[in-house]
């Protein structure tokens, strides 16, 4: 799995088993995909891993991904660093087994994803799956099929409202990539990026260069985001008012505090100024001491961590009365990755 705007490689997906023959046995099945798992963690150590189960599988028992957890432990892999992503023949369950399915992923500690894009968007969003994947078919449509790039460009929109990441399968072409990357697809494989042999450890080729739309400026050179990151301080978005003030008195430097999510997303920024001023005015600290700080609080605006330098600060300037806020960079799965100054930005590309 690659990110298709930095191609750095972020998972190594397993190949499917063999399908097996005949009526579905838990324990075969189980053991089948254990093996899968106690190979690929064999040989891949450090990077997250994606594992395929057949959604039949996975709803009828819980011991299908039980097994596959005690498997993964003993080879020193941890289930929170894995997915599991459901089969194709998701889309064939009823509702109650796809909801059967996901709680038994989970219940085994893995993130869950859906390895399919013939699904309801509403199903998307009530289970909310790591990622879900379009399939090769609805990308080899791109950028020619209009009702494909539909599909991809709504899911793509629904999928990222909801905190779920699309993942493009089968991407070939730079054209492909360059219509993933402008529906808002942030994750991809295949041959463009490696053939078909590829082995964890083994290089990636590199993105191809995008082409610069016609009468729009060059963004995509100079320095890039990652160079001007400073470490975060972020807290529970349900972190008290009195928790943040603490922080920003013990740290003078601080400019923000970032409230995340639980998947470690970035759901609110304090900005100090606005945050001291509201809560050491008249009567501020008897108001907000004791209340949730999200309160104070203000949208983030977020970059990704790998994005050119001169974007970021396009969307610095795109806000006029928050101009001098942190942007929060985030990684590939849009968790916090740390804060960029915008002066810092603007010193730099200044040349001073």
């Known amino acids: 799995m690659i990110d298709l705007e930095s191609g750095a490689v972020l998972a190594v997906e397993a190949a499917p088993p063999a399908a097996a023959r005949g009526p579905l046995d838990v324990s075969v099945e189980a053991e089948r ?25 996975a709803a009828a028992s819980p011991q299908v991904p039980a097994l596959l957890e005690t498997a993964l432990r003993r080879s020193g892999r941890r289930p929170r660093d894995v997915t599991l992503m459901l089969g194709a023949d998701l889309a064939g369950l009823g509702r109650p087994d796809v909801v059967r399915a996901v709680r038994h992923v989970r219940g085994a500690g893995f993130r869950c994803a859906f390895g399919t894009d013939v699904l309801s968007p509403d199903l998307i969003l ?9 399939s090769p078919e609805t990308v080899a449509g791109l950028p020619g099929d209009e009702r494909r790039t539909a599909k991809v460009e709504g899911l793509a929109r629904i999928g990222r409202g909801g905190g779920v990441f699309p993942l493009a399968a089968g991407v070939s072409t730079a054209e492909q990539l360059a219509a993933l990357r402008d529906a808002g697809v942030r994750l991809g494989s295949g041959p463009l990026f490696a053939d078909e042999g590829w082995a964890p450890g083994v290089r990636v080729r590199q993105i191809p260069e995008m082409p610069v739309r016609a009468g729009g400026p060059d963004l995509n050179g100079g320095p890039r985001v990652s160079e001007f990151i400073r470490p975060p301080a972020d807290m529970p978005l349900d972190a008290q008012a009195q928790a943040v003030l603490e922080v920003f008195t013990n740290d003078p430097a601080l400019n923000s505090v970032i409230l995340i999510d639980h998947r470690e997303r970035p759901a609110a920024v304090l900005d100090r100024s606005r945050f001291l001023l509201a809560v050491t005015g008249p009567y501020g600290h008897a108001l907000h001491a004791g209340r949730p700080a999200e309160r104070l609080a203000d949208p983030p605006r977020t ?34 990755a740390g804060v960029v100054h915008v002066s810092d930005l603007i010193s730099a590309l200044s040349g001073h």
């Open 33 to 57: 995909l254990a093996a899968v798992g106690r190979r690929v963690a064999a040989q891949e150590p450090l990077l997250p891993l994606v594992l395929p189960v057949p959604a039949a599988a």
């Open 126 to 134: 009530d289970m909310e799956p790591f990622l879900f994947r379009f």
């Open 303 to 336: 970059i990704p961590r790998h994005a050119p330098a001169l974007v970021a600060l396009r969307e610095a300037g795109a806000s006029g009365e928050r101009v001098y806020d942190d942007l929060v960079a985030v990684n590939e799965f849009g968790q916090v």
